[in-house]
């Protein structure tokens, strides 16, 4: 069974600890990591696919130390950083069979899965156009392309959703979960929607400790009790907003103001308490608005 371990991995830049002692054992399945920005994520997925070493600590797969084990945890590996590095006057098709090359693919396989990737982020109709043409979401499915030519057993993928459209995000979303049948997934993301719907398990990120992880379920449990609604006059909900996290405001046609508010303690004597949702666990949890 395929399984990947932080033991106690800490990594620090000069005074400042990125993560912290972090202890976790990944599986086969879809995990979502939600945290505000600074709070170690990149710094996270950078060492779980061998690009930074833990300042202490071992990241561990199936029971082998990642960095001793070489071209064999890289083989197992597909990874979509942030910021994707291209050739600019490379076509899509010769990016993906120059990539595919790197990572061993065997040629007589290499053209399948191009044309098979190409299909499935949307861009058979773009093979031959140079990367510099290419629109921010483009780029980006071309990285999550890249990501699976080898067909990976862990899929690392920070901020993959960035630059996509509504449409492109569902049939990425889609696509992820039917990649999540068989393999580990790790998908990193601001966009709370993204993690809500596809995660088998959620983590919640902040200042470089997993601070909550578990189900959809489990998540919200966090919260009972704790996010609120009023409607309030604009003057009210202005005062409301400087002493309480509201997590949404909604205008009413007779102009007082719908809040959602997350909070230990009521919020005002006229506020009820309803059910929560994501956004509310990572607000509650990170003291941070969305993305």
């Not at 005074?15 to 002692?21: G, L, S």
């Not at 920005?37 to 071992?58: D, F, I, Q, W």
């Not at 999550?144 to 901020?159: K, R, T, W, Y």
């Not at 990193?188 to 088998?200: L, Q």
Request: net charge neutral; hydrophobic share 35%; glycine share 10%.
């Amino acid at each position: 069974m395929l399984e990947l371990k932080l033991d106690r991995v800490s990594r620090h830049y000069k005074q400042k600890i990125a993560v912290d002692r972090l202890e976790f054992t990944f599986r086969k399945g879809i995990y979502g990591l939600l945290g505000a920005n600074g709070a170690g994520k990149t710094t996270l997925l950078r060492m779980m696919v061998g690009v930074l070493r833990p300042t202490s600590g071992e990241i561990l797969c199936n029971g082998q130390e990642i960095g001793k084990m070489g071209g064999e945890y890289r083989m197992k590996l597909g990874y979509l950083p942030q910021e994707l590095g291209y050739y600019p006057n490379f076509t899509v098709c010769r990016y993906l069979e120059y990539l595919a090359e790197l990572k061993a693919v065997p040629p007589e396989l290499a053209r399948e899965r191009v044309e098979k990737l190409l299909k499935i982020t949307g861009l058979q109709g773009s093979g031959k156009e140079k990367i510099k043409t290419l629109s921010g979401g483009m780029v980006r499915r071309l990285g999550i392309a890249q990501s699976l030519l080898n067909d990976p057993e862990i899929l690392i993928l920070d901020e993959p959703t960035s630059g996509l459209d509504p449409r492109e995000r569902i049939r990425f979303r889609n696509m992820i979960s039917s990649l999540g049948r068989d393999r580990m997934v790790l998908l990193s993301s601001h966009i709370v929607a993204d993690i809500e719907y596809i995660a088998d398990e959620i983590l919640l990120m902040k200042a470089g400790k997993i601070t909550e992880s578990g189900n959809l379920q489990e998540i919200l449990k966090t919260v009972d009790g704790k996010v609120w609604e009023c409607v309030k006059t604009p003057e009210q909900a202005e005062w409301i907003s400087q002493k309480f996290t509201v997590s949404n405001r909604k205008n009413t046609e007779d102009g007082r103001v719908v809040l959602r508010i997350v909070s230990d303690t009521q919020p005002a004597e006229d506020a009820a308490q309803i059910s929560p949702n994501l956004e509310d666990v990572y607000l509650y949890g990170t003291g941070e608005n969305p993305g």
